[in-house]
């Protein structure tokens, strides 16, 4: 089991920058895939970002491609989500996640293929 905690969400002005973390525990951080969604009210839980075991390969959803990176540090059992030139159709709540199967090369933009989720942190951004 690996459990993650996220933190970091917030209000921000739309243009605005924001930084959110996912602290993991559980399982060998480092060997898994680990991605972001998103929710917003009344609407599916939607893709952002993801990264591959080692932070060699990054995937982004197009609506955030330039505006948001997605590092990791495998010795701190983390993954970040940086956010910059929010908009005002990026209100939601942000989950952090984690691929169950080690060592893949292949990153995944469908809920179905993660396993382990975090509680979610709200980002808010004024307009």
């Known amino acids: 089991q690996m459990q993650l905690v996220e933190s970091g969400g917030g209000l921000v002005q739309a243009g605005g920058s924001l930084s959110l973390s996912c602290v993991t525990s559980g399982l060998a951080f480092s060997n898994y895939a680990m991605g972001w969604f998103r929710q917003a009210p009344g609407k599916e839980r939607e893709f952002v970002a993801a990264?591959?075991?080692?932070?060699?390969?990054?995937l982004y959803a197009d609506s955030v491609k330039g505006r948001f990176t997605i590092p990791r540090d495998n010795a701190k059992n983390t993954v970040y989500l940086q956010m910059k030139s929010l908009k005002p159709e990026d209100p939601a709540v942000y989950y952090c996640?984690?691929?169950?199967?080690?060592?893949?090369?292949?990153?995944?933009?469908?809920?179905?293929?993660?396993?382990?989720w975090g509680q979610g942190t709200q980002v808010t951004v004024s307009s």
């Open positions: 990264i591959n075991w080692h932070g060699g390969s990054t």
């Open positions: 996640t984690a691929d169950p199967r080690p060592y893949v090369h292949a990153l995944e933009v469908l809920t179905t293929r993660y396993h382990y």
